[in-house]
């Protein structure tokens, strides 16, 4: 359509069919199989609102949306088309790693195909809109929904933010296979005190926009169709309801000109939060803040139109939210084809291909961290010696559920398990599985459940016994522990960040009849490993892997692939030390290396330093990097610094790491973090090879948001790191010269 015949057709539209457009329905309200991601309070939904609502959500599948559009366009009095939304986070039906082991690839190239795959099978599935990716910064592992995020780093979070628009949205959405994208939460939502979900977030203003902001930013520049409002407040107002936020930051400053969604419900909340008098307050908060869609409350459906008309807000406030909407419609053709890609024909031939599973089993391989691997008597136990016997025992043998509570699509049926994989690799007699025990203690409380087993404590007992035997025949034994994939995602905030006791209990009962033991961790989240250190001489971490879990992690396991992941979030020594990232401030007494440390920052029970920090991750393979060379110590504000390193692999087999460029201003107008990842690239060396790898150092990778308010560079002296860890790197320093900016 044209944009005059946009402007026609809503000129044609009586006020509440305008309003209407606005309101997003729950999908159960259209199919029975709807992925529910919320609670839904108002289920008598009217006839007309049925036939009238813009948009809904949770559902999928070309027949039943292409069914459901169909007799909706006909009785809609415009035959406006319906948006189908969704939640595909790491996969619609061929999962890849959850977003946290997607973000430990540090291949942003790698993760735009991910999204593109996913985009592939979510159009032919009949979705329109995505609500990816979650480029929410985290830094405290107790919040469940880590999982869903790339990490603890601005400058990672957003080249992986822009990477996943530009995957799922390809160049225009007129091309096949794309869907729009949705940048979300904003604002700051990881940042809930105490790691406790849809709790409110206290953060400055400085703070905000230094860590938090960038990332949505990146996402909005690299042209996402839609933004999500978060659930949290903050500076004591809801996001759903802040105009300062909606309006001066997300609009004014970073130029947005999409849809903005509320999350799930998140209009009416400001009811509870104390925010809103009533719900038709609420509508009112909503609309001032710029909000163009209600997602489930349906504030938006039952007061609009009396604000409308008792003078309240005006009708040129729905006016401009609803052409942000129908141009959506419009940029993805739907006024043309209703139907757009959904294709059952080609569900068939795309839906869990074999080329997409074979870029979800790279991914897997790209994701897993290897966070230990010590020199035992005989070397290492990874990779494992192939003439071994092995034992791989633990409840992510097979069975549970590798693929993370985020993907609403497809059956854990589909994935491959470790037993599965294992049997592809080794002959029948050299290994042995055995599950130990169930995942989780008999009274874990998950969201939505309770985890029960009528038999727990027969099952256990002889789950144990039969894994013991398995351990005390076996060589080399591999442990598949970790957390529940409902113990991280939405609504599962935890104190405790370790794996379940039960499983704890496993180890240290495996460990008395072998002590050779490769521990493979499942979960989404940083864990506390003080029993799995104790009793592992390696650990793998393979977070939530998806549909390929059992493939990738054979590969790693077996060096048919050597790892290359490093983390995106510090793993803490211990609960207490959270919430923790690499990028922190020096404190005026930092801690001492040496002497005493009396009146020094330091917790008295245990280090200050994470037990594994940002960007590490080990390789089967060594890598040498030299000192940083600069080309010049000094740069003006329109001129650059080429840093470079030689990187050589002096290890026996081929391998890639990651060259990590950190950068500290030493001193400013205000506390500058004592390091912040300002580049990164991932080098594949053949065993003796060798590579320079470069980095340009130009001025705008020096601004900050100053005190004044203003976001640009000062003169002074900068420290450099180029390494392969946040703590790793021999320092440079350079300076940065008084003299005119360009953009001055
Ligand atoms: C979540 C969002 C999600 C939405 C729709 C909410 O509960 O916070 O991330 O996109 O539901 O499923």
Known sequence: MTEKELNALLNDMSLEEKINQMVQLPGQIYASSAAVTGNIENNDVNHTIFYQAGSTLGIYGAEQLKKIQKEYM??????IP???????????????????????????????????????????????????????????????????????????????????????????????????????????????????????????????????????????HAGCDMVMTSFNTW?????????????QILRNEMGFDGVLISDWGAVGEMVNHGFCEDR?????????AGVDIDMCSDCYADYLADLVREGVVEEKVIDEAVMRILKLKNKLGLFENPYRDADEEKEK???????????????????????????????????????????????YIEGEDMRSSWVVTGSASNTISIR?????????????????????????????????????????MRLEKEARQAAAWADIVVLCLGEHNHQSGEASSRTSITIPDIQQKLIASIYEVNQKIVTVLFNGRPLELDTVEAYSGAIVEAWMPGTEGGHGILDILTGACTPSAKLTMSFPYTVGQEPMSYNSYSSGRPKQTEGRADFTTRYLDCSNDPRYPFGYGLSYTRFSITEPELNQTRMGFNDQIIAQVRVKNVGERKGTEVIQLYIQDIAASCVRPVRELKGFCRVELEAGEERTVTFTITEPMLRFHCPDGSYKSESGRFRLWIGNSSVDGNAKEFWLEKGNRMTE
């Open 74 to 79: 006909a009785k809609q009095p415009h035959h």
């Open 349 to 395: 031939t795309v839906l869990l291909c074999e080329e997409h599973r074979q870029f979800a089993r790279k991914m897997v391989q790209k994701s897993v961290v290897l966070l230990k691997n010590e020199r035992m008597e005989e070397g290492c136990l990874l990779p494992l010696d192939p003439t071994k016997k092995i034992a791989f025992i633990g409840p």
């Open 235 to 247: 500076n004591g107002i809801p996001s759903t309801g802040n105009p300062w936020l909606m309006k």
């Open 82 to 220: 319906l948006l189908f939304m969704l939640d595909v986070i790491h996969g619609y039906e061929t999962a890849f790693p959850c977003p946290l082991g997607l973000g430990a690839s540090f291949d942003p190239e790698s993760v735009k195909m991910c999204a593109e795959i996913a985009a592939k099978e979510a159009a032919v599935g009949g979705v329109h809109v995505t609500f990816s990716p979650m480029a929410d910064l985290v830094r405290d592992a107790r919040w469940g929904r880590v999982m869903e995020s790339t990490g603890e780093d601005p400058y990672l979070n957003g080249k992986m933010a822009a990477a996943m628009v530009e995957g799922f949205q390809g160049n225009t959405r007129a091309e096949k296979g794309t869907v729009s994208s949705c940048i979300k939460h904003f604002a700051a939502y990881g940042a809930a005190t105490a790691g406790l979900d849809y709790t409110n977030v206290e953060l400055s203003e400085h703070t905000l926009r230094e860590y938090y902001l960038g990332a949505y930013e990146k996402g909005i």
């Open 420 to 460: 599965q994989a294992a049997k592809e690799v080794f002959f029948e007699n050299q290994i042995r599985f055995a599950k130990g025990c169930t995942l989780l203690n008999n009274d874990t409380v998950l969201n939505g459940a309770q985890y029960h087993s009528d038999s727990w404590m027969e099952d256990n």
């Open 280 to 288: 038709k307050e609420a509508a009112e908060k909503a609309l001032r």
